[in-house]
């Protein structure tokens, strides 16, 4: 009986062990635009870049799209109010590995020409 018991909890412990995911680790960047120009421009961003919106709320700045071919990415993003104009967070995953956050430096520089604000 203790052997069958613990050969279950080891098991279960395995399964759960597999579920769990790294965390997202965000890549932020601060533009001197409204956020809701910040949101609608990076909205449009990545549906320019073949991303499908799946998630999208302007009053709560959140977004979420994805890249329809394989590997999936996917990308995460939480446009907020900053003193200076807006902080834009963005992550992203491939598959269901997150990506380095320095991935995703080139997205938040094609999003800062879209805005105007590049140097």
């Given at each position: ?5 613990w050969?279950?909890?080891g098991?279960?412990g395995?399964?759960a062990?597999?579920a ?6 965000p890549r ?5 635009t409204s ?5 609608r421009?990076?909205?449009e961003?990545m ?5 499908v919106?799946r998630?999208?709320d302007?009053?709560l700045?959140r ?9 999936e990415?996917?990308l995460?993003?939480q446009?907020s ?15 269901s590995?997150?990506l380095p956050?320095?991935?995703l430096?080139?997205w938040l520089v094609?999003?800062?020409h879209?805005?105007?604000?590049a140097?």
């Amino acid at each position: 009986m203790k052997i069958r018991y613990w050969f279950l909890v080891g098991l279960l412990g395995g399964l759960a062990g597999c579920a769990t995911t790294t965390p997202l680790e965000p890549r932020e960047l601060v533009y001197a635009t409204s956020p809701e120009e910040t949101f609608r421009d990076a909205v449009e961003l990545m549906v320019e870049q073949g991303y499908v919106v799946r998630h999208a709320d302007l009053s709560l700045g959140r977004a979420e799209a994805s890249l329809a071919r394989w590997p999936e990415y996917r990308l995460q993003l939480q446009v907020s109010e900053e003193a200076s104009g807006s902080r834009v967070r963005v992550s992203a995953l491939r598959g269901s590995q997150p990506l380095p956050p320095r991935l995703l430096d080139p997205w938040l520089v094609a999003l800062q020409h879209k805005l105007g604000v590049a140097p």
